[in-house]
């Protein structure tokens, strides 16, 4: 056997390098680092000799550099991803967040942590955890219950099942998710004689699972059946490159789609049978086919709370889901009719089965009047009152062209961006929200313009967001990735402020007016930004913002618009009940109503069977 000596390290570089996917492409095309001790002088070592062929990006914090690296993956629909690899101790548990964000979102990417010795000769090292009782805990174990498949390597030659096995992980569209290898410290610099064959080049195919051939066939009997069928599609449909079979399966069926939040952008929001977002951020036209379906035809969607409404959004009591999913987990759960299959490839089949069969037109008036509502929450506003999300959201739409990209996460703006943003392209639409992580946007947006850089980038957030994560704006300067950012200024956690009021709460530490403060706080998003050497500019409202997108559009950089938004107002229309569990007994009387209220709009809710 011949065999070339290397360290831990550079083999585990060098088998990523030779790792494909079946476009050609690298699977991990580069690596987010940030140095210390655990992985500058092996890992920092080897990666320096392969930067000509595999990039190293250098991030500002490890969650944001790893936020950065899952956008990217979500944005190539899972065909690639990066590795992220940190130090020991603050700089890998600064990376959880991120690794459990990529687990909800079944997103994949590569997490080389850096970990103590596994010799143990010099413990307890720098920023070393030590439990008292087991001594194989590290800080690293942190990663475990977020990653799809965790591994210590604590020799080098178990790099020779593990790296298969991460690279099965991240490539298999059941099973993807975070892999962490956790890197000793003294492992990563140790030599050893690898295979050359280990290194040789390794193309990885996309699996499509067909569905099994009596579950195909029950999933043509109930939708033959059915009298008011929806099909609910999920991010799933996006992966699997399921797009214009969806439309295909739609058009020929007659069925009519609406969309989750990692789902949007499945369908051309113009289309006559995309009746809009589904569930508590849904559109009306999709909420009220919904309420009546007899079948709902999950595709590609975990049916998380929002989509389902805590479960009062599907409210036929007859009503039964078909889940057509890759993933048994998913498909299985709720009680669903299982479909177990890759979505292109089910609906193809399904196609086949069902032949010219075709559900009832839906009234296209619920469209119209949807859109109409669109149109009433995002026309730019008359007068000098501040600007709602919806508004900002309508100018920001109307200077952006059909293939821009936007990208948010959390506050508010998930909730408007569902309901108002029409996205006509796939992957127009960019959203975290199965973790709806606060600090994902703007890294968030840098990875989708590594992805698909030929594409404008819009990343959407507000002031809460902005000040928990924002550094990777001078990552986005510093790569010459340019985004565009639009931060909504409306002075605190606008959107919890509003929870707080409708489960009866006084407001009280979400507005930075509301919170415990002895000076009044009045920051200058625009001078921060221009701070890390972005274009900055603050706009007095919708028409000034409509210019300044106009300016952004042709800036060399990432540019960042600020705007003063009213923290009260969301769009109305549309919507759907959400559960959160109001206090039983207290004090304040809104409280005791607002229970009262919840008691009511849960008698709704899916009893259990
Ligand atoms: C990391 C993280 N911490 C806390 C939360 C809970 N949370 C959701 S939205 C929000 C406030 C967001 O404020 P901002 O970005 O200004 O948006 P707004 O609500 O004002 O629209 C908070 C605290 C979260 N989603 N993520
Ligand atoms: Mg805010």
């Not at 680092?33 to 092996?42: D, S, W, Y």
């Not at 700089?91 to 596994?118: E, K, Q, S, W, Y």
């Not at 140790?190 to 996309?206: L, Y």
């Not at 799933?236 to 939040?261: C, D, N, W």
């Amino acid at each position: 056997m011949k065999t070339i000596r290397l360290t831990a390290a550079q083999a585990l570089v060098r088998y990523l390098i030779a790792q494909k996917n079946e476009d050609g492409d690298p699977v991990i095309p580069g690596c987010w680092a940030i140095f210390g001790h655990g992985n500058v002088a092996a890992l920092g070592e080897a990666l320096y000799g392969v930067r000509d062929s595999f990039p190293t990006w250098r991030g500002h914090n490890e969650q944001t550099m790893a936020h950065a690296a899952i956008a990217y993956a979500k944005a190539k629909n899972r065909r690639q991803a990066m590795a992220v690899t940190t130090s020991i101790g603050p700089g890998a548990t600064n990376m959880v967040t991120a690794c459990a964000l990529a687990h909800v979102n079944r997103l994949p990417v590569l997490l080389i942590p850096g970990d103590v010795f596994a010799s143990r000769a010099p413990d307890p090292v720098l920023q070393q955890v030590e439990d008292f009782d087991d001594a194989t805990v590290s800080a690293n174990d942190c990663f475990r219950p977020v990653s799809r498949y965790f591994d210590r390597i604590t020799r080098p030659e178990q790099l020779l099942t593990a790296l298969p096995r991460a690279l099965s992980t991240l490539t298999d569209p059941e099973r993807c998710g975070p892999v962490t290898l956790s890197f000793c410290q003294d492992v990563q610099a140790e030599a050893f004689d690898w295979p050359e064959s280990f290194f040789a080049e390794k193309t990885w195919h996309q699996r499509r699972p067909a569905p099994d051939a009596g579950a195909l066939m029950r999933a043509v009997d109930a939708i033959k059946s059915a009298k008011r069928p929806l099909i609910v599609a999920g991010g799933g449909v996006l992966f699997s490159g399921a797009t214009e079979v969806l439309k295909a399966f739609a058009e020929k069926h007659r069925i009519p789609v609406a969309e989750t939040q990692a789902g949007k952008s499945s369908l051309a929001a113009s289309h006559p049978l995309n009746l809009g977002s589904i569930g508590v951020t849904g559109a009306s036209a999709a909420n009220a086919i919904a309420a009546d379906a007899d079948l709902v035809i999950g595709v590609g969607t975990r049916f998380q709370d929002f989509t389902t409404g805590s479960w009062s959004v599907f409210r036929n009591p007859a009503r039964r889901i078909l889940a057509i999913n890759v993933t048994a987990f998913d498909s299985y759960k709720h009680d669903a009719l299982p479909l177990v299959a890759d979505a292109r490839v089910a609906l193809e089949m399904l196609g086949e089965k069902l032949g010219g069969h075709q559900a009832p037109a839906v009234d296209p008036e619920l469209k119209r009047t949807w859109m109409a509502s669109v149109a009433a929450a995002t026309d730019a506003p008359s007068g000098n009152a501040l600007p709602s999300d919806g508004h900002v959201i309508g100018a920001v739409q109307r200077q952006s062209g059909e293939d821009a990209i936007v990208v948010c996460a959390s506050g508010g703006l998930p909730g408007e961006l569902h309901k108002l943003w029409q996205a006509e392209r796939p992957n127009g639409y960019h959203l975290d929200y199965g973790y709806s992580c606060m600090g994902y946007e703007i890294a968030g947006g840098l990875g989708v313009k590594m992805a698909l850089p030929e594409r404008d980038v819009i990343v959407m957030l507000g002031d809460g967001s902005y000040l928990m994560a924002n550094s990777e704006l001078a990552t986005s300067v510093m790569l010459g990735q340019k985004i565009t950012v639009v931060v909504l200024d409306n002075r605190g956690f606008g959107c919890i402020n509003r929870l707080q009021r409708a489960t009866g709460g006084e407001s009280f530490n979400n507005l930075i007016d509301t919170a415990r403060h002895v000076v009044p706080s009045d920051i200058d998003f625009a001078a921060h930004a221009a701070s890390l050497g972005a274009i900055a500019e603050k706009v007095d409202g919708i028409e000034a913002l409509e210019e300044a997108m106009k300016r952004a559009k042709t800036s060399d950089r990432s540019h960042v618009i600020v705007i003063d938004t009213d923290p009260m107002i969301t769009t109305e229309a549309g919507g759907n009940w959400w559960d959160v569990a109001v206090p039983e007994v207290s004090e304040r009387t809104q409280v005791n109503a607002a229970r009262e209220n919840y008691l009511k709009d849960r008698a709704n809710q899916r009893a259990f069977d």
